[in-house]
T-cell receptor, first 114, second 113 residues
Framework: RKEVEQDPGPFNVPEGATVAFNCTYS??????FFWYRQDCRKEPKLLMS?????NEDGRFTAQLNRASQYISLLIRDSKLSDSATYLC???WGEGSGGYQKVTFGTGTKLQVIP | NAGVTQTPKFRVLKTGQSMTLLCAQD?????MYWYRQDPGMGLRLIHY???????AKGEVPDGYNVSRLKKQNFLLGLESAAPSQTSVYFC????????????FGQGTRLTVV
């Protein structure tokens, strides 16, 4: 089983629609969670962190469910500019030094259609 | 702010040639990573480093070597390039403690012919 799993998509949605992505992780000791966005032929960039209580940034809402070991990203009122690949990122402690290793999912592709 | 810088941005190699990709970060991050990204495969971890002088294998390490002689630099080497190593390579770094978001370089597009 992969450490971080995502539905690869593509998700094709009309402008204005609401779309949600889920991501599951295998390590119950995971400590930090993020969503990244990657545009075509560009490097991934941080979209938002995911906090235990859930958090919102404009049209984007991220949620964490530790019991079921998944995180979600909800995009409301989709824009054409939201078309990208969305990467789920999880980190957990490794070794005795207290450091956390970052692990990426393979990404979910979103295409917003006019 | 420079952040994470990769060189070169583009390269074409012949089969059997060698090359080194350089990644430099100016954020004093402990962790550094090398990924490759192929169509439909997502990011796959090649090697990573938890600090100066240390390296560890990732998901797809075969055919690559790495070195972290200085904390700010992480080098990825291809000793004998193969067409299967045609890919986009991304370097990333993260603090490793506390907030662990990763910062990426702009990528290196490598073609092996």
């Amino acid at each position: 089983r992969k450490e971080v799993e995502q539905d690869p998509g593509p998700f094709n949605v009309p402008e204005g629609a609401t779309v949600a992505f889920n991501c599951t992780y295998s390590n119950s000791a995971s400590q930090s969670f993020f969503w990244y966005r990657q545009d075509c032929r560009k490097e991934p960039k941080l979209l938002m962190s995911v906090y235990s209580s859930g958090n919102e940034d404009g049209r984007f809402t991220a949620q964490l469910n530790r019991a079921s070991q998944y995180i979600s990203l909800l995009i409301r009122d989709s824009k054409l500019s939201d078309s990208a690949t969305y990467l789920c990122v999880v980190s957990w402690g490794e070794g005795s030094g207290g450091y956390q290793k970052v692990t990426f999912g393979t990404g979910t592709k979103l295409q917003v259609i006019p | 702010n420079a952040g994470v810088t990769q060189t070169p941005k583009f390269r074409v190699l012949k089969t059997g040639q060698s090359m080194t990709l350089l990644c430099a970060q100016d954020m004093n991050h402990e962790y550094m990573y090398w990924y490759r990204q192929d169509p439909g495969m997502g990011l796959r971890l090649i090697h990573y480093s938890v600090g100066e002088g240390t390296t560890a294998k990732g998901e797809v390490p075969d055919g690559y070597n790495v070195s972290r002689l200085k904390k700010q630099n992480f080098l990825l080497g291809l000793e004998s390039a193969a067409p299967s190593q045609t890919s986009v390579y991304f370097c990333a770094s993260s603090r490793g403690r506390g907030r662990t978001e990763a910062f990426f370089g702009q990528g290196t597009r490598l073609t092996v012919v």
